[in-house]
């Protein structure tokens, strides 16, 4: 892993656990190593994510499986990276678990997501240009089953392409970037969202706007 | 840009990300460097505002385009700092974007604003000598249209020149100051109401010092 | 002023600060430098107390005026820390202005104040030696005339003299310790038993208990 | 003790403090320094948990009084914190109180407790292998006999040996591990569920999940 990446890795891990959103050893950060073949730098499995360090990440393969000599247990997550990676072409997945991802995740689980629409703040997600967007925040069940999330996700990103986030029920969000700043852009912009969108609900159970339709 | 002023705005910067007033690449901060011409130094466009340095900042001319020279593209609602500075003669506009500010800023959309008054903290605005005071915090519809905000901006502080901040529906604070500092102050103070009116709103919807009237 | 007593309370602002305790230029802390007569420090008017020096505090005499040769200005609540001091005889008095003690100082307000009984943390205010304490929590009327307020102040301790600390309406609380270190510890215990005391009441509006009597 | 031990316990007491968990001097943690005659290090009594060192904790015996020549006075729960122990075999008992654990050891006093059930960060806890568990928070009523309390929380943790937490009334959250890093996860974990939960809680009193059953 490029010093740079594991830097800024590193730098995240610390900043996502300072504000509450990577506790206990929840979240997991990867990064692409190679296109072809696929591998992925991703952080080992149980690590506390507020004090990580480059020996906190090892290399996997395709299959989720660590390359030949690489010490330590990849995230159990990593077929979930993988399969986002495959999907969007990203060159970052962050997994964060947030109070409030977690809070939304499970209040509108019922209905397979929420829609997140008029706010400016929209525009910091990749390739959305005014705050008249409405952003589709899938829910997936959340399960012990790897390889039936990994496949979860994959037909959610075939269905709905433009998403930038997915979360899993009272589990949190996954995002991604085309870049690591991009992804982790995300994470501000998702997590803000949803801290929002909640103390909106909150004030105002039946929004105006929504009256107004 | 004296270095005073970017130290300053570098330390604002990252001051303000880790309260979560400015994450993303939300939020900008632009500084008056000549009156006549009227000149700006202001944030880059897309720059995370937690780890600015001196050269995320160029010089704009009272157009809104970069001085010959500068490199960068200048934030895309220079327009709205120009209007406000041509407006109250601010030496420094600053724009945060809070979860409380945010949330407000569509609450009270309809009305166009709200007041807060009888908060002690109202004092720390510009010329307010009383809690005794009604501040009304009035609300700009968003757009894309930058050049439409400014326009609106302007005519909103011909009408109420007695304000001390602006809001953009779901998008945030403007606010200024005759100096820097006294910019920053003014954002503090600010979001400090929007939370303190947010949190007393939801703890008792319909207050009694409303009902007594 | 003692070097001690300075480092302490710059770092007590700094901390209170990143608490949002005394965001703008609220707040202001005093600390006694003779009995007899009696003097003194305290913070200078409209400082950033989370950016305090040592040349941010001054001396004042018992009557609130600066000492001979002192510069700055005395904060404008100067008279209500020397009532707090006659009053209760504490070495230092803290004020501090944060969100829980603003809403609650409101919405309290017509009862005068409110009880906050049954905490465990209550054992933390000085003399207190059960969780079976009913402490009460006065709220004053705000007012700019700072000696009406320091003549309410007086009254009211000398009524109540049990307590640990006063609300002044939509404006903070003031608390105070026979030792510096007591001072800042009651504002901790009192800030932290607001927000426990205002989050249980949002989330059931007539706690069971109340029911069951 | 070791120096890596009272590193550690340093740097736990700085972080809660900073996250709000252990304000005043509130919260106290213990490792075992010996298992056979039993021995702790404890955090000494009233001492501010964000800055500590090494002299601010003492080994007491399994009575409960210091080991000859130590000096300071160990913390008034001393013996909660060796009845933890000795039902648990824990290396280390953490005590925190923060303001989510607080609120709702109260909202479910009546019922002696309640259930966090298919969070993802349930995993966290030591032996939970999937997100389908349901977690028992015991609640004890809080009281100044500590030895009383001691009896109580010794006869819970034999009837529900598979607790990893024990709230008090109105006093926070007693947690431990077989190792120093798995009680300050189970801290870190533990706060975040409570904070999940109540937030939840608060969105929508009745949970739909609850509805459909």
């Known amino acids: ?10 730098r995240l891990g610390a900043e996502f656990h300072r504000r509450g959103w990577v506790l206990g050893t929840s979240g997991n ?18 690590m506390d ?15 989720g499986r660590a390359v030949n000599g690489a010490s330590g247990k990849p995230s159990a997550e990593t077929l979930l ?3 986002v990676v495959r999907a969007t072409g990203a060159a970052s997945v962050l997994h964060t678990h947030s109070v409030w991802s977690t809070v939304l995740s499970d209040v509108h ?20 240009k005014t705050h008249e967007h409405r952003e589709w925040v899938p829910i997936l069940e959340n399960t012990q089953d790897m390889k039936a999330l990994a496949v979860d996700a994959s037909g959610l990103l ?4 433009e998403v930038h986030g997915i979360l899993i029920r009272q ?28 103390r909106r609900k ?12």
């Open 49 to 63: 994510k507020g004090r990580l360090t480059a020996e906190h990440f090892l290399e996997v393969e395709q299959d």
């Open 158 to 161: 075939r269905k709905r392409p």
């Open 81 to 83: 990276h993988i399969a």
């Open 109 to 128: 689980a019922d209905e397979g997501g929420f829609y997140i629409e008029g706010y400016e703040m929209l525009k910091g997600l990749e390739g959305v």
């Open 29 to 46: 950060f990867s990064a692409v190593s190679s296109r072809d073949p696929l591998r992925l730098f991703i952080t080992a499995s149980s």
């Open 1 to 10: 892993m490029s010093s740079n990446v594991a830097e800024t890795l590193i």
């Open 202 to 213: 909150m004030m105002e159970p039946e929004p105006r706007a929504m009256r107004r339709k």
């Open 171 to 198: 589990h949190g969000l996954y995002t991604w970037g085309k870049t690591l700043d991009e992804a982790a852009r995300h994470v501000e912009i998702l997590e803000f969202l949803f801290e929002s969108f909640g």
